[in-house]
T-cell receptor, first 110, second 113 residues
Framework: NAGVTQTPKFRVLKTGQSMTLLCAQD?????MYWYRQDPGMGLRLIHY???????AKGEVPDGYNVSRLKKQNFLLGLESAAPSQTSVYFC?????????FGPGTRLTVL | KQEVTQIPAALSVPEGENLVLNCSFT??????LQWFRQDPGKGLTSLLL?????REQTSGRLNASLDKSSGRSTLYIAASQPGDSATYLC????????????FGTGTRLQVTL
C-alpha cells in the first residue's frame, strides 16, 4: 500500500500561470481533502470530497478548483497563480473519521 | 466556529524526561480528536485517534487523554528521546461536518542529549 501520494513534490510558478496538483490514494477511502499549511496559521482546508463525483468548499477555497472524477484521485487546480498561494499543500483521505496525509507539495509563486 | 489551541508553542526538554503537550478546543460537540506528528519538511503522521466516547488511547510511549466536557486533550510522552523531536499537532473532528478537521497550530518539541 502506497497510502496517499502527491505529485509533484515541488513546483515554482510565475504569477498568472496555472497548474494541477494530483493526489492519489489506494485505500479505497470515500473522503478526500486538500489543505494548505502556512507558517503561524496551521493547516486550513481548501476543498474536500465525500465521494466520487462530489466536491465542496472548505475554509479557504478562493483561487482553487477541484475535481474527483475517480474515487482514488483528487485534483487541485490553480487557474491563475498568485504569490499569496505560495504554501505547502497537503492531501488527505479518511476512513471512519481518521485522516491519513500525503507527503505534501511545496509550491512557490513568484 | 471550532477553535483549537495548543500550548506551549515550543518546548525543549532533556532526553529521558516525561512530558505533556496540551490541546484545548472551544466546542465540545466533537466526533473524535487526532494527534499527529510532523517532521520538518514532511507530511503529517497520525499518532493516536481518540473517539468522543473514549477517555484515553495508548501507543507505546504515547498516551493521549480526552476530556470532552472541559474541551481538553493531553499527549503524554514517556522517557523522551531525541527522535521524538518534531512538531505535534492536534485536530478535532466536529460532529456533522463531513469529517472536516480543525487543527491547532502545533507544539514544536526538541529533545536534547
Amino acid at each position: 500500500n502506497a497510502g496517499v501520494t502527491q505529485t509533484p513534490k515541488f513546483r515554482v510558478l510565475k504569477t498568472g500561470q496555472s497548474m494541477t496538483l494530483l493526489c492519489a490514494q489506494d485505500m479505497n477511502h470515500e473522503y478526500m481533502y486538500w489543505y494548505r499549511q502556512d507558517p503561524g496559521m496551521g493547516l486550513r482546508l481548501i476543498h474536500y470530497s465525500v465521494g466520487e463525483g462530489t466536491t465542496a468548499k472548505g475554509e479557504v477555497p478562493d483561487g482553487y478548483n477541484v475535481s474527483r472524477l475517480k474515487k482514488q484521485n483528487f485534483l487541485l487546480g490553480l487557474e491563475s497563480a498568485a504569490p499569496s498561494q505560495t504554501s505547502v499543500y497537503f492531501c488527505a483521505s479518511s476512513y471512519h473519521g481518521e485522516q491519513f496525509f500525503g507527503p505534501g507539495t511545496r509550491l512557490t509563486v513568484l | 466556529k471550532q477553535e483549537v489551541t495548543q500550548i506551549p508553542a515550543a518546548l525543549s526538554v532533556p532526553e529521558g524526561e516525561n512530558l505533556v503537550l496540551n490541546c484545548s478546543f472551544t466546542d465540545s460537540a466533537i466526533y473524535n480528536l487526532q494527534w499527529f506528528r510532523q517532521d520538518p519538511g514532511k507530511g503529517l503522521t497520525s499518532l493516536l485517534l481518540i473517539q468522543s466516547s473514549q477517555r484515553e488511547q495508548t501507543s507505546g510511549r504515547l498516551n493521549a487523554s480526552l476530556d470532552k466536557s472541559s474541551g481538553r486533550s493531553t499527549l503524554y510522552i514517556a522517557a523522551s528521546q531525541p527522535g521524538d523531536s518534531a512538531t505535534y499537532l492536534c485536530a478535532v473532528l466536529d460532529t456533522g461536518t463531513a469529517s472536516k478537521l480543525t487543527f491547532g497550530t502545533g507544539t514544536r518539541l526538541q529533545v536534547t542529549l
